[in-house]
């Protein structure tokens, strides 16, 4: 028998393994015998690197190897972010039996090999696919392949997917996305699925129990108050996709979390505004996925995203979101619970213009519902930590006065005085 022959029949064999192994799985998922994902994947929100922001579709494996090796020598996988993660468009075809591969010259080093790359570097890596037939760039979707999907990626040693929703006609969320869950775990591999559906069937009330995040919107771009018309759809900037997060803190938690999109630090904003943005994403217990050119960064790009006193309120493991305390013409006060009876206090300034703030802390009942947390700021003191300054501040016995630049914040961290 000629080793062609013998090659073809061997990939028979898998897929109708593969097969096999899917449809045992659907009919366990049909009846109720998956356990939910694991929470270990996620027990704080997941920090890395994606390609989109800022290569959209011109990625290869050159890029992801220099993107892999910057992560390491810029102090980033130090500091936290262990995901290098490929968005779309890593696609090539299937082949005769329905196995996707990678695009052969962007990736003709096959991923197996660039995943081992990523691994040796004390990195993690992921991959995009889509619910529908075809990705949102046109690549073939995992529609119908989703079991064959998820075996071929944990052979790869894939440890993160993304999941989009484009050409899904015809299919419901919630049940196209408990089959790639189900088909992820039927791997036997730990691989993080985070959903993007975009919010549009309120993810945030069905995906705890499907992975480890979601989309809470549309796309995010480099913009710090901007709302961009791309025609059937929009992408929005920094502040409106804040204010979308609006009532959706009660759904996340330590091993499922909110997703804002990606971090358009580096890509294009002014220096105040993404940092105004990093705040934010750590206020709001976000996904810190940073989607930059991490290869050449500017030492204020790097000074922002290498902050591990802002990525500390980001990763605390209490696991609360924070939540906008207070309102005062386009000032906002924002406050997060803290493991350890510490707290998280962010004054953000909408305005171009800087702004004076005057905040009595004893004046504020500052307690919440979801945490069983009272700061009870009128009795306790707390010293108060500036975490861009990086210095100590003073404490709450006395008003806070201070001015906050146009888009820009202040970020404090409140802790028990001795």
Same mark, same amino acid.
């Given at each position: 028998m000629?080793?062609?022959l ?6 028979t064999l898998?897929l109708?393994l593969v097969?096999m192994a899917g449809?045992?799985?659907? *009919? ?7 356990d939910?994902?694991s929470?270990?994947?996620a027990?704080t929100?997941?920090m890395?690197?994606?390609?989109w922001n800022?290569?959209g579709?011109?990625?290869d494996e050159q890029v992801v190897?220099?993107?892999a090796?910057?992560m390491?020598?810029?102090?980033l996988r130090d ?14 075809a ?6 996707i591969?990678?695009?052969?010259? *962007?990736?003709?080093?096959g991923m ?12 993690k ?5 889509d ?6 760039? !046109? ?6 392949h ?21 050409s899904?006609g ?7 996305y408990?089959t790639m869950?189900?088909? @992820?775990?039927?791997t ?6 985070s959903?993007c559906e975009?919010g549009?069937?309120?993810p945030?009330?069905w ?10 919107t !549309?796309?995010i ?8 018309d791309?025609?059937?759809?929009k ?12 009532? @959706?803190r009660?759904?996340?938690?330590p091993?499922?979390?909110?997703? %804002? ?5 580096g890509? !294009?904003?002014a220096?105040h ?5 990093f705040s934010i ?11 930059n050119?991490?290869r050449?960064?500017? %030492?204020?790009?790097?000074?922002i995203?290498?902050?591990r006193a ?8 209490l ?11 386009? @000032? ?7 493991? !350890?009876g510490?707290?998280?206090?962010m004054?953000?300034?909408?305005h171009?213009? %800087? ?7 004893r ?12 700061a009870d700021?009128? *009795? ?11 210095e100590d501040v003073?404490d ?11 888009q ?5 961290r409140?802790? %028990?005085?001795?």
């Amino acid at each position: 028998m000629s080793g062609g022959l013998l090659w073809t029949l061997a990939r028979t064999l898998v897929l109708a393994l593969v097969l096999m192994a899917g449809a045992s799985a659907a *009919r366990a998922q049909g009846a109720g015998q998956f356990d939910a994902p694991s929470a270990d994947l996620a027990r704080t929100p997941p920090m890395g690197w994606n390609s989109w922001n800022r290569f959209g579709c011109d990625i290869d494996e050159q890029v992801v190897r220099q993107v892999a090796d910057a992560m390491v020598s810029s102090g980033l996988r130090d500091a936290g972010y262990e995901y290098v993660n490929i968005d779309d468009c890593w696609q090539g075809a299937r082949d005769a039996q329905g196995f996707i591969q990678p695009h052969p010259q *962007r990736f003709p080093g096959g991923m197996k090999a660039l995943a081992d790359y990523v691994h040796a570097r004390g990195l993690k890596f992921g991959l995009y696919s889509d619910a529908g037939w075809q990705t949102c760039g !046109g690549r073939p979707g995992s529609r119908g392949h989703e079991f064959q999907d998820a075996q071929t990626y944990a052979r790869w040693g894939v440890d993160y997917l993304k999941y989009d929703w484009c050409s899904t006609g015809g299919l419901k969320a919630e049940g196209a996305y408990q089959t790639m869950s189900a088909a @992820l775990r039927q791997t036997g591999r730990p691989i993080l699925f985070s959903l993007c559906e975009w919010g549009q069937s309120q993810p945030w009330k069905w995906a705890a129990g499907i992975g480890q995040a979601w989309r809470t919107t !549309g796309d995010i771009f480099g913009c710090f108050d901007c709302i961009e018309d791309r025609g059937d759809w929009k992408a929005f900037g920094v502040l409106q996709i804040m204010d979308m997060q609006q009532g @959706l803190r009660t759904y996340a938690g330590p091993g499922h979390w909110n997703d %804002p999109d990606m971090l358009e630090v580096g890509n !294009g904003m002014a220096e105040h505004q993404d940092r105004a943005h990093f705040s934010i994403w750590a206020m709001l217990a976000a996904p810190l996925i940073a989607g930059n050119d991490v290869r050449q960064m500017s %030492p204020q790009t790097r000074s922002i995203l290498l902050r591990r006193a802002v990525i500390a309120i980001d990763q605390d493991a209490l696991g609360v979101q924070g939540w906008r305390h207070a309102v005062d013409d386009g @000032l906002e006060f924002w406050f997060r619970p803290l493991q !350890g009876g510490d707290w998280a206090f962010m004054a953000l300034n909408r305005h171009v213009a %800087p702004r004076h703030v005057r905040f009595d802390w004893r004046a504020q009942a500052v307690r919440d519902d979801l945490s069983h947390r009272d700061a009870d700021l009128a *009795r306790r003191r707390y010293a108060l930590r500036d975490l861009w300054r990086d210095e100590d501040v003073g404490d709450t016995s006395r008003a806070l006065d201070a001015e906050v630049g146009g888009q820009d914040v202040l970020l404090l961290r409140l802790t %028990p005085a001795r």
